[in-house]
């Protein structure tokens, strides 16, 4: 399947969210935040990166945008998983170029489903 990379600080969340892409058969890379975030996703050549937005430093929104500003990594779809649950979170998260959002707390097939739209 997908090589998937998961940014999220909360380990509990990376465990979560990376048991349940697992089990959908995807390869998994997980980072705990977003620092040197393009160095190594120049390296892991994910096919789709699930970001959470509220972390410290530079937060998933912001991420996101660079990401898709940035020549490298702007094919790569992006689905936001956050709890940050609003129409208005959801829209500037689209604004962003996020491919997909998942609102936490998520089912398995919810956030199975998100990904695999944005893979196709």
């Given at each position: ?6 940014v ?11 048991g349940?892409?697992?089990?959908a ?21 994910p096919?789709?990166?699930?970001l959470?937005?509220?972390m ?12 898709k ?19 208005s ?11 997909g959002?998942?609102?936490k ?7 199975v ?5 944005a893979?196709?």
């Open positions: 399947m997908s090589k998937i990379v998961v999220d600080d909360s380990y509990a969340e990376l465990q979560l969210i990376e349940y892409l697992k089990s058969n995807h390869t998994v890379v997980s980072y705990p935040n977003t620092d040197k975030l393009e160095d190594k996703l120049a390296l892991d050549k096919d789709l990166i699930v959470d937005v509220v410290p430093g530079r937060n998933g929104f912001q991420a996101c945008r660079d990401l500003s940035d020549e490298r990594f702007k094919g790569i779809p992006i689905v936001l998983c956050t709890s940050k649950g609003q129409e979170d959801k829209f500037w998260g689209q604004q962003q170029g996020a491919n959002y998942v609102v707390p998520f089912k398995a097939e919810d956030l489903a998100a990904v695999k739209r893979l196709n």
